[in-house]
């Protein structure tokens, strides 16, 4: 007969490179075992084989900002990508997922493998969801009797709670260098980093790593006060065809105390205009940043605590 106490829920929080990180709505720890089919053409399904092992933690940060956290969310190597890179290089990274209720998972091999979008505005706090995947430990196999992909064990809630400093407040502003100045937006700034990721796998042990293959930095909003001629003059549209969109300027999207988000070399990509008697002239205009070939940097983001 199951006992109300015996129904295992409630939160916890994620510890990973040192950091800890409270979430906004939950956290969702997924292991999959991939499997292969065996057929046979007169009995039909024969048997069903493993073939994989995955962990994925995914989260949305309660919004508390902090440079320690950013470094994480945003790591150096997708903000200065190297492509072909290892993602998980040649240590073992733990994450660690402790319960309020007194246990703690830890998977043994993690790594960031999708950014938080960045949301920027006054009335939102700072993220999306993010995700970690976890693989098998440097060097070992899945039936390794010591190092396995996770462990868990009893342990007493000592993460603590979340701090309100940090969280939201801000009014952000946008400029392309000296040619495109938004002071104010309908809704904010969105802003989202995407890593390509191709799985290095192995036939004894499967998925061991991934590589870098590209990373992607978008950002969006929709802007209030500029002219159709501002935003016309902005876009790419006259520039003949095969010309780089790599533009001159970066696009500094910051508050008075808060983030300071930065697409290097940018370019204006979508500038839609409308008409209507309640449609704003202009829509939701888009940039992508391309690589600064002076350090080789993508994209930046910084905090600093407002004073």
Known sequence: ?????SIIRGPGAVTFGGVTIHD????????????????SSIAGKLDTI???????????????????????????????????????????APLVVQSRAGTKLTFTAAALTKCPG??????????GQAEFTALLPNGKLPTDATTKLYAV???????????RTGLSGLH???ALGESLVIPDTLDGWTVEVE???????????????????????????????????????????LSGRGASLAGAEDLVIEADGGLTVTLKCASLVTGPLNWGATALRAGEIGFVANIDTSDGSLFDVEYTDPE
């Open 172 to 174: 952000y502003s946008g």
């Open 153 to 163: 064990a009893a342990q007493t809630y000592n993460l603590g709670e979340p701090a």
């Open 1 to 5: 007969m199951t006992t109300r106490q």
């Open 50 to 92: 493993k073939t994989d092992q995955i962990g994925k933690v995914t989260l949305t940060p309660v919004g508390t900002l902090s440079e320690a956290l950013l470094g994480v969310l945003f790591p150096s190597w997708m903000r200065t990508p190297v492509l072909g890179q290892s993602v998980f290089g040649s240590s073992d």
């Open 195 to 237: 890593a390509q990721l191709e799985p290095v796998t192995t036939d004894s042990q499967g998925t061991i790593d991934y590589t870098l293959t590209g990373v992607s930095a978008r950002a969006k909003c929709t802007p209030l006060g500029l002219t159709e001629a501002q935003i016309l003059a902005a876009l790419p549209v």
């Open 118 to 127: 960045l949301q920027l505005s006054p009335v939102k706090t700072a993220f």
């Open 24 to 39: 906004a709505n939950g956290i969702a720890a997924e292991i999959e075992s991939a499997t292969q089919d065996i057929p």
